[in-house]
């Protein structure tokens, strides 16, 4: 099931670089964005992660991100998380670029680097002064509106919605490790959502081995010389067994 190339490829001097999406934590019980199991307590996704959304209706958007953060919180890491930790002291360099904003990466473990795309769902920011919190608490709780202790203005999450810029610096590094990445793992995600969705292409320009991980066949990506199709949860532990098994 893994391509012998991949193995082989992920040796003592590998640059790796695993851009992640929502797929990766599906086992872990968190609904992605697309697909059938797309669905947000009735809502998509994609019509409440907008600026315009937050402007209109401040209250519905924070009770969806309030219902999702008490959702994710009861989740765990799942295999596939694990096994990314574990892949990195096999290389020279691991990094892990998520479009996730649910932090199970970080839970896994503090060591591995992750760079976040899409913000997170534990950070809050201030819509007037700008002042970004950090917050593990429950909530907020429907009809509860989170307010600045600075200004008093509304907190919004701190997540980049569509239409919105992603970080500079955050973006640049992801550029800086794409370019210099020997093998470039892309894994559960449906590659659709731009920035993210052109860094397999940059990768593979820059001389990289590019694998996809999905249980959709149709979301290999273009720019892939390689498909594992099946759940991440079983093919990245798999992954990591078969590259142990080659070391002395
Ligand atoms: C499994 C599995 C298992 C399941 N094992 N696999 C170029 C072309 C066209 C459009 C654009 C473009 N450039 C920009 C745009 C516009 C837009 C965009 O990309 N639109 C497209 C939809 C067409 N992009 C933006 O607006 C971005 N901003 C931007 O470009 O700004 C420019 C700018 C510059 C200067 C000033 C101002 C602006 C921002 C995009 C932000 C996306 N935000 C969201 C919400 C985050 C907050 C939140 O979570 O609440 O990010 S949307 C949502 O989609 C979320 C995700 O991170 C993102 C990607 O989704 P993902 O992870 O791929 O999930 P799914 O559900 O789509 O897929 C899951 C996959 O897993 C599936 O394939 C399954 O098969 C698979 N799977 N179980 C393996 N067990
Ligand atoms: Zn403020």
Not at 135 to 154: F, I, K, Y
Not at 204 to 216: E, L
Request: glycine residues 8%.
């Amino acid at each position: 099931m893994i391509p012998e190339e991949l193995i082989a490829r992920l040796d003592e001097r590998a640059c790796v670089v695993v851009l992640t999406g929502a797929g990766i934590s599906a086992a872990s019980g968190v609904p992605t964005f697309r697909g059938t199991d797309g669905l947000w307590k009735n809502y998509r996704a994609t019509d409440l992660a907008t600026p315009e959304a937050f402007a209109q209706d401040p209250a519905l958007v924070w009770e969806w991100y309030g219902w999702r953060r008490d959702l994710v919180r009861a989740c765990q890491p799942n295999p596939a998380h694990r096994a990314l930790v574990d892949l990195a002291p096999m290389v020279a360099r691991l990094a892990i670029v998520t479009q996730n904003v649910d932090g199970l990466h970080e839970r896994a473990s503090a060591e591995v680097p992750v760079l976040r795309l899409h913000g997170s769902l534990w950070q809050m920011r201030c819509v007037a002064c700008g002042r970004e919190i950090e917050n593990h608490e429950p909530g907020p709780a429907p009809g509860e509106l989170p307010r600045c202790t600075s200004c008093g203005e509304l907190l919004r999450p701190s997540v980049v919605w569509f239409g919105e810029a992603l970080d500079d610096w955050v973006l640049g590094q992801a550029g800086q490790l794409t370019s210099e990445a020997t093998v470039f793992m892309v894994v559960g995600t449906s590659g659709v959502v731009y920035p993210a969705a052109s860094f397999a292409a940059l990768a593979a320009q820059a001389g990289a081995y590019v694998v996809s991980f999905n249980v959709d066949d149709g979301a290999r990506s273009d720019s892939a010389h390689d498909h594992v199709n099946s759940p991440c949860e079983v093919s990245m532990p798999l992954l990591v067994r078969e590259v142990a098994a080659r070391r002395p």
